[in-house]
Every structure is written in C-alpha cells, then in structure tokens.
C-alpha cells in the first residue's frame, strides 16, 4: 500500500501549485532503486539510499525511499521513524507525509491514530484527493460508519472513475450492504471502461478474478 501511496499523491501533488517539498534524487538513481526494490534487493536499495543521506540528511525524497523500503520488508515499526522525521520536519501541516503516516498506522492496526492523520489530511487537500478520500473512509468503516464509508467511496469515485481500487471497493461495500442494484451497475462501469482502468500495486488480472466473482453473486441476488 505504501508504494501507492508513493506514486498516486506524488503525482497528484505534482499536478498542484509547488509547494515546499524537497526532491533531490536524480530521475535515473531514482529508477534505479525502484528497480532494486522490485527484485527484492532491499539491502542494496538501502545502501543507495543511505549514501544520499549522508550527502543530505534532509533530502525528503531519500527519507521516503527509506521508509517504503523497510515497509517493504516487513518491518513497520522501522518505517514509521523516518516518516515522523519528515512530519516534525513540516510541524504535521504537509498532507502528504500526514497521509503516509495515516496509512502506516493502519497497517499497525492503530485506528484511532490512523483516522486522525488521515483526517487531517483530508482537510489540508480539500477534499480533492481521491485516494485520501478513499482510506478516509475506510477508517470510518472501521467504527462501523457504513453510510460514510459509502458516501466517501462515491466521492472518492466521483473525483478518479477509472481507479480499479476505487471501483473494487465500492462493489464488494455494495454488496456487503446488500445494494446489489448500485453493484451491478458499477460492475457494468468496471467492463464498459475495462481498457481505461488504472492500477497501481496490483495487476489488473487481481481485480478481474474479484470481479468474476462479485459478478456471479449478485447475479444469484437479483434473479
């Protein structure tokens, strides 16, 4: 989830007016850690990566690299620190590193925490992120806010209609809610725009068998 995280605000805030974030890594050694960490060679990312911050112990860039190669690795409670760094850095006003510690403390199962960063977040964006929409409402889901949870999700689709995880989740919330009309429609959205989708972390064939089978179901519910 943290490599989304990293691709879809970063583009995002890129799309925006500049603000004061700090990027110094170059476009090739940048590709060239993306590349290590996708083969898995996370110690050898990591040295990179290290090597720029003995250059520059600020360089905002490498900090994030930092924290997505030990979320990678499976070591949370190591990606976190870098990440606090960069918020105290900013005195907890940049959305985008309060979003990525929003969705560490997810996966740490911290709900409380999780939903406040991410809430703060939502706010100093507008609203006009759709992924901080979405994991917003997940959070209000989790404090069985149901509605919510819904009305964030069509939010969150009605900003960015050709993100396949925006359109996954509204289908399975659908039918977890037994509105199988809303599903069967979004699942006719998901075939109509197929070659439009957008993903991220996941290939499209993940979110084809889901749907397959989503499909199914509620064809079972509305004979």
């Not at 003995?54 to 905002?60: F, I, L, Q, T």
Request: overall charge negative; some cysteine.
């Amino acid at each position: 989830m943290l490599k989304k995280c990293i691709i879809v605000l970063t583009k995002w805030f890129i799309s925006k007016p500049k603000t004061n974030m700090v990027a110094y890594i170059p476009e090739s050694l940048m590709e060239k850690i993306e590349e290590l960490k996708d083969l898995w060679k996370f110690d050898e990312a990591m040295r990179i990566t290290n090597w720029l911050l003995v250059n520059d112990p600020n360089d905002e860039d490498a900090l994030l690299q930092i924290a997505d190669i030990q979320y990678r690795k499976g070591e949370i409670n190591k990606a976190w620190k870098a990440i606090d760094f960069l918020n105290s850095k900013k005195n907890n006003e940049d959305p985008l590193w309060l979003y990525i510690k929003g969705i560490l403390e997810m996966e740490k199962n911290n709900r409380k925490e999780a939903r406040s960063y991410l809430q703060k977040a939502l706010v100093l964006t507008n609203a006009e992120n759709h992924e901080i929409i979405r994991c917003y409402g997940l959070c209000e889901y989790w404090y069985w806010n149901r509605e919510k949870w819904i009305s964030f999700l069509e939010d969150s689709f009605s900003l960015h209609n050709k993100d396949t995880e925006v359109i996954y989740n509204l289908i399975e919330i659908y039918i977890l809610e037994h509105k199988y009309q809303r599903a069967k429609n979004m699942i006719k959205h998901y075939h109509k725009n197929y070659n439009e989708l957008v993903t991220v972390d996941k290939d499209i064939s993940y979110y084809d068998s889901k749907i397959d089978l989503f499909e199914e179901f509620v064809k079972l519910q509305t004979v």
